[in-house]
């Protein structure tokens, strides 16, 4: 049977009453409303076609989720199993944040090697390209997941994978490793070193397994999933509020070792991170700051309501529901999350909305309301066990393929009846009798010590794909990045959930002409020349003192300014060119280009650069983003008009302190100053600090054309 659920009343599927419907449709304009996505664009706004910018944003669609290392062992899902043609990214789960109290070590640790780099595939049984591992070939050092993966991405050439670092039991050391500048960059150079260059520890079996580079390739980029910061959670260390603000510079610090790393091996290198939903976000994060730094974030839109909060709740709400536990709050549901991330200064294409593919069981719950929303005694139930009858929060495979409680039309099945939760937006399914394998205490490695069974009244919240079409429908409408899963094994095995998300991403056909290469993000320029590079911004102010120093000192400053403020004085910025300052781009009008389209971000860009050319005479080719913001869409049109490269920086000089992103001044950095009343000032302690540190000014562009 297949049943909707209005608020307290149970309705036939498609007989929903018109003042359900009335509810529903204004909740919808009310939500649409608040992400401004109804808005109209200004008058006299120039747009790009619509199915263009649909196109544009299919193109840069992400489907992505998690593959968990110990995938392996329970279910026996491969990464042969992924269904490749229905996402484009993979998380791989997880990496280890390592800290040891005693030496101030930090480090970047593999979570289990035998399923991430050991594991031989004899046979080629369960390999992705049908060919069987040989342990005694000195030449193969790669093995397991990671050798799967690898192998994956050479079939699938579009495909990217991260490794993720933390997760909710793994996040111990997060704290402490972020906590100064100095464990800050040693922990990002560590785990660059690990799964970006791929030098892999040594010494296990098979003998060959490791070493130097041999996981280089397999991984595009690094997932921070910090649970969470200035929290207990699962037992993390050294936790406080400083977390919150060192959240924001470990971002960072990846960024910059990220675009390091890829100017020199013309690459751009994926950082995204795992975040909190509803307000805990902001409680969390720097939230603004913090995905400044990021590809993009994976909201971790589910776990509103767990087995363990002992009402039988949904797992993850579409929309608000009046009956939830924290139904006063806007943001505790997915569109409020949405909706808060917006409003807190996140881009709408930073955002990527989180699907759990599992869901909450709740026993002994009374039959009010077909189980939902009702008081539950969840004893007994055993989060160590692989029986979807004892498991708090069975899988979507366990619903559909193991217990066969949901068939694939999505009805009820053995003793249970589908309802639809029309205020939440979510499904779930409801027995009154049904009987589960139960523990009554666990020995001290965790095994059941003393198993019974229960006939019970039993609650199931959980996703479907009509739950999926919700958010694949936000992410639309609202101009999101994309969706992600959690994870990719608890699917059904005709990948039902997926399939549905897989929606959001263009069609297959014929390849279409080739993409422009992406120029690189450097913010330090990899040099073994004792040479630093000052860069200024802006030039809204012109202050005479500063013009001279320049001059007598040589610092070939690179010039990142805007050209309405140039045509104030042109011939303070033509003085300073004529004795080797160079003039590049800094867009038209100074705004945040992630906030704007990419026809948008060209004409900022293109238009600067064509209105400094004629001013200076030289065609820029270096692009600083106001604010050190970009995203894709930036790097495309970027190339688009001709910039070989997008330039941050590394430490910064104002107000006469200079601070550092790396704990000091080195070889190949970038300096970053601005044309204020303070020039003089700053331009000496630049070069103060240049010479300190046995370096000396050099013009940026002629190290990066």
Known sequence: MDHVSGCGGGFPAGGVPVSSTKRWAAAAIALFAALGVAAAPPAGAQQQPQQQQQDN????????????????????????????????????????????????????????????????YYGGAGSVDGIADNPNDPNQHLFGNFNQLRNLKAAHPGLKVEISLGGWSKSTWFASVAATADRRAAFVKSCVDTFILGNLPTGGWPAGAGGPGAAAGVFDGIDIDWEYPTKLGAGNVDYGPADRHNATLLFQEFRRQLDELGATTKAHYLLTAALPAATGSTADFELAAAVRSLDWANVMTYDYNVPSGQLSAPNTLFRPDWRDPKA?????????????????????????VGVPFYGNEYLRVPGADHGLYQKADNSGQDGNSLAWDAKPQPSYHDLVDVA?????????????????DWSAGEPWIFSAAQNHHLCGGTNPD??????YQATTTTTITYDDPAAMAERTNLVRAAGLRGVMAWEISQDSDDHALTAKLATLLPPSGPPGPPRQPLPPVVSQVPTTDPVVFVTIDDGWTTPADGQRLLLDQQAKPTMFVLPDAVANNPGYFTTLEAAGAVAEDHTVSHRDLTTLPEAEQQKEICGARDRNATTFGETPSLLRPPYGSYNTDTQRAAAACGMHAIVNWDAVVADGKISYYNGSLKAGDIILLHFTANLATDVQVALD??????????QLTSYLH
Request: with cysteine.
């Open 57 to 120: 944003r299919a193109r840069d669609r992400v489907v992505s989720a998690y593959f968990a290392d110990w995938d392996v062992y329970g279910r026996g899902y491969r990464v042969s199993d992924i269904p490749v043609d229905k996402i484009n990214t993979i998380q791989y789960a997880f990496g280890v944040p390592t800290f040891d109290k005693a030496t101030g070590a930090v480090g970047c640790g593999i979570l289990d090697p035998w399923a991430d780099y050991q594991q031989v």
């Open 328 to 352: 006063d709050d806007p943001t505790w549901n997915t569109t409020g999350t949405v909706a808060h991330y917006l409003r807190s200064g996140v881009p709408a294409n930073k955002i990527v």
């Open 404 to 420: 066969k409680v949901v068939d694939k039309n999505g009805k009820g099945g053995n003793g249970f009846t589908r309802y639809w």
């Open 446 to 451: 965790g095994s059941c010590a003393s198993p």
């Open 689 to 698: 600090a240049a010479k300190a540190a046995g370096l000396h000014p050099a």
